[in-house]
Every structure is written in structure tokens, then in C-alpha cells.
């Protein structure tokens, strides 16, 4: 099973509680889901959870460079120059991020965020849409910092073939796994044995309980 979930502004993107925040427990109600991937708790939009440990590797792991795709709202206006380092890759102390897929776009039409984004007098906000397939701690927060405009608000719309569509916060709807929109690679992976009921990590923890025959 594929559930894609729009996460809302402040949520961890973990099941366990955690100091009273608001968890995926909140709004998921299937069981044995586990994420594929992350969201940072100040962003939004499209998570990506499964029951199957294949799925959940092939998704999440940096190694196939599935396309994430997301609408930054950054402050100011960036210029020519700015949008060009970053689809040449931008310096981060982690090293030189890949190049980057960017446009500036027209204000989507979007759900307000609750709190609002900070906004400063005199000076505007752009929107941009970019594509990155790597996978860094608050990669797309940092590189647009790196080029002058921090990012104000982040909603991941797309996670390679899957997207948000209309689904509004704290939403979301089971999803069948088109082998014919996944890559070829992936494809062959798939088709090579039935998919998992349960994520790998899962029943690495399981195999470690069980121990040795006496």
C-alpha cells in the first residue's frame, strides 16, 4: 500500500509522541505505515508513507534520485544571476549541492499557513518551483540562504511520479503503485519477487529479537 499525505505545518513526521506536538498519529489511521523519507516539521505538502519495505527504499534511498519537486516562497527577488547558481549547484559546508531544476512562478493558490509567514515591511516575496534529487538535511532552506533569499515557506508538491493534487492539509488517500509510471530500473526490481509486507528496517529489528536457535 501507497498512502500520500499532505503534512500541515508543524507536524513531525514521525508516528511516537514527542513533547505534546502534533505526529502523524494525529491524522493517519492505517497501520503499519512508515514513512518514505522525511518532511521537515517547518514545511508542508506532499509525504509519501508505505507497508512495503521494497517501495520504502527505492523511494527514500539518495542513491535512485527520485525528483522531489516544491513551491518556495523566498524574500526578495532573485535575480538572473542567483537562479543560475542554483541550477549550476550552489556551495553548502556539506559541499557543492547538484544542479537544481528552478523557475520563478506566479503566487500558487494555496491554504494559508497557520501561524502566517513573517513578512517584512518594504520588502516583497517571490515564488519559485524547484526540482532537486538529492536528499541533504534542510537542503532547498539552506540553498536558497546560500544565493540571499531565505525561505519563508516550503511546500513539496511532487515526489517523482506521485503528487499533492487537491489534497488540502492533514488529508490524505491510498494510492496503487503504477509499475508503468516508475522508472524501468525500478520496474525490474518490482517485478522480480511480490512486495514486501514490511518495511526493511522493521524486519531487520525482528530478526535481532529472534536470536539464535538454542
Known sequence: MLLLF???????????AQN??????N?????????CGRLDRDS??????????RLQHLIS????????????????????????????????????TAPAQIRAIEAPAVWPRTPPIRYRANIPTTWLEL??????????RRMTAAVGHPTLR???????????????????????????ALPHYWRKILNQAPLQK????????????KGKPS
Open 6 to 16: 499532505n503534512k500541515p505545518f508543524d507536524v513531525l513526521c514521525q508516528f511516537s
Open 20 to 25: 505534546g506536538r502534533e505526529t502523524l498519529k
Open 27 to 35: 491524522y493517519i489511521n492505517y497501520k503499519g505505515l512508515y514513512p
Open 44 to 53: 508542508e505538502g506532499l509525504l509519501l508513507l508505505t507497508d512495503d519495505g
Open 61 to 96: 534511498h539518495p542513491k535512485h534520485k527520485l525528483e522531489k519537486r516544491y513551491w518556495v516562497q523566498v524574500e526578495g527577488i532573485p535575480s538572473d544571476t542567483a537562479l543560475s547558481q542554483l541550477r549550476h549547484g550552489v556551495e553548502l559546508k556539506d559541499g557543492i
Open 131 to 140: 526540482g532537486i534529487r538529492e536528499g541533504r538535511n534542510r537542503q532547498v
Open 154 to 180: 516550503l511546500i513539496r508538491i511532487a515526489v517523482g511520479p506521485w503528487t499533492l493534487g487537491d489534497l488540502q492539509p492533514g488529508e490524505s488517500r491510498p494510492h496503487a503503485v503504477d509499475l508503468d
Open 198 to 209: 514490511q518495511p526493511i528496517r522493521k524486519k531487520k529489528a525482528r530478526l535481532k529479537k
